[in-house]
């Protein structure tokens, strides 16, 4: 089904022309419960993964053993699914409190290789913002399913660029983790809906004169609009203007929850602008304007709004690839 985000209330390259130098494309993904295909853009769905390829495997070191049952994590999601638009009998809420609630130990130790689980398959012609080596039409994307690796505690995330002409027999049933460190690490099967957009800068990284001219504007339209609540005001820039919510690929990245960092390529030192954001909202209530037309329906509201299940960082993460050479190293931003 089509998503079609609703033009901006304001034209801001109109009120603001410099804002022309900072504009970029993206590409919203509007994920949706469904069953995707292999051969399908998907967010969670079936990889068209080789045969004879290994699967993606978490080798770091750190805790494994111990968390939530994939299968639990599920099982509570179709619960809550079949539960849509009604309230749960005793015997649902007794289960997910057990499903919810249980950890599980398993003999697995903090050295052993388990399975990566599949976030994302992303075709060139679907997403018109996949911005990817020459020639390699599909991006593959794992992460481990613990929020544990390194020093700073972060995911674990595999890319796989990919000719799809390449590959020959497809692999049947594909390798799961039994446990997960939380099922927010889990991404729920989804359909997704591309659409593109255009974005502009975040605030915070605006010339500061552009900056002051934008702050000016916005306090004159409270002013206009004094009986309306600042909570609600749905023409902010930052909320309403520039950075669209939800999962998408290219665009601008937003830092409202901590100053803006260089996130620059290790090898060529390029600024790596970021290649999929996974927010864990569609659309929240500074960001209301960005709702779908086709999804501005009381009965949609619980799944459109959180469709992915995911919940990385404080909500947001953000892989960032080198324009210069997509082989490059990727790294990882969150807020």
Known sequence: MTRTTPPRPYDVEALFPAL?????????????????????SSVAGPMLWPADEPWPECTAVHPKETGHLLADVRRARRIHAASEGRQKTEEETALLATLQAGSHDLAIGDADPIPMLAVAQLWARDIPDLAGPEGHDLLQIFWCPFEVHGPDRSVDVFLKWRRSDDIGAVLGEQPEPVVVGS?????????????????????????????????????????????????DFPTEYAGGLSLAPGWKV???ATWHLTDPRPVDCAVCGTSMPPLLTAHYVEWDPASESWAPREDVR??????????????????????????????????????
């Open 298 to 335: 009381p009965d949609l509201f619980r799944h459109v709004i959180t469709p992915t299940g995911v919940y990385l960082g404080r909500g947001s993460l953000r892989i960032h690839t080198c324009p210069a050479d997509p082989f490059h190293p990727h790294r990882l931003s969150f807020q």
């Open 250 to 252: 290219g665009g601008f």
């Open 20 to 40: 022309a130098e900072y504009r970029r494309t993206a590409t919203r993904l509007h994920p949706r419960p469904g069953d995707p295909k292999s051969r399908d």
């Open 183 to 231: 099922p927010e690490c889990v991404p729920q099967p989804c359909e997704v809906h591309p659409e593109q957009i255009t974005e502009h800068e975040y605030l915070g990284l605006l010339p500061e004169d552009l900056r002051e001219s934008i702050a000016e504007w916005e306090e004159e339209l409270l002013d206009e609009n004094e009986e309306e609540a600042e909570a």
